[in-house]
């Protein structure tokens, strides 16, 4: 069965560090992934996604994510965090099928 | 490009009372998903649908709940005699095509409260 995991609840960084948000997936065939970010109260934006390809997809926000096949993730990571970058982000994928299946989401908090 | 437009934004509904979301898509797309999220959790997958056809169903209630996507007009998400259960953030996406390589794009979401 499809699934995807977010390991953690929450992630804590100081502005102007790089971050890094864990994914890790489990589908059937090819995986298509996608990151997501929602800000309170609103509906969620998309950030980028790997369909195939190169490695490193780059994305909206200064953004990117690597996708490692072997190691199943696709962590999105930013070289400097800004405090504007503070909110849920959430990774899914795809493997052919219509539904989109979800993680549970990390709450990214950046502090001056 | 007007983005996915939902109505109402906020929705308060007494119990055993029906409760319709609207959805009107991206102009130019075809394809429209409905999402439901409980607080502090992920979106879990609702319907599919497609211009007068559902497409995939398989994770909207048996009961009380249904959707349509009418030839004309916007998407609209049903929940007949709602419960305090219902009470969720429910968004609806669209995609250009239903390939699992497009991105779906979000609307603002409907908060309904049952009380």
């Known amino acids: 069965a499809q699934s995807v995991a977010q390991p953690e609840d929450q992630v804590n960084v100081a502005e102007g560090n790089p971050l890094t948000v864990k994914c890790t997936y489990s589908v059937s065939g090819n995986p298509y992934l996608f990151w997501y970010v929602q800000y309170p109260n609103r509906g969620l934006q998309f950030l980028l996604k790997y369909i195939t390809g190169d490695n490193l997809v780059k994305g909206s926000y200064g953004f990117e994510a690597e996708f490692n096949k072997s190691q199943t993730s696709f962590h999105l990571k930013k070289p400097s965090a800004l405090v504007s970058d503070s909110a849920l982000y959430f990774c899914?994928?795809?493997?052919?099928?219509?539904?989109?299946?979800w993680g549970a989401g990390t709450k990214l908090i950046i502090k001056p | 490009n007007a983005g996915v437009m939902q109505n109402p934004r906020h929705l308060v509904r007494r119990r055993g009372q029906e409760a319709r979301l609207r959805c009107s898509p991206m102009k130019g797309h075809s394809h429209v998903y409905w999402y439901r999220q409980l607080p502090e959790e992920g979106l879990k997958f609702m319907v599919y649908l497609q211009k007068e056809n559902i497409i995939d169903e398989s994770g909207m209630p048996k009961e009380r709940f249904s959707a349509e996507f009418p030839k004309e007009g916007p998407s609209i998400l049903r929940i007949q005699q709602v419960v305090r259960g219902d009470s969720a953030a429910y968004f609806c996406?669209?995609?250009?095509?239903?390939?699992?390589?497009?991105?779906?794009?979000f609307g603002p979401g409907t908060r309904l409260t049952v009380t």
């Open positions: 899914a994928v795809r493997d052919g099928n219509y539904q989109l299946i």
């Open positions: 996406a669209s995609s250009v095509q239903g390939a699992s390589s497009y991105e779906q794009y």
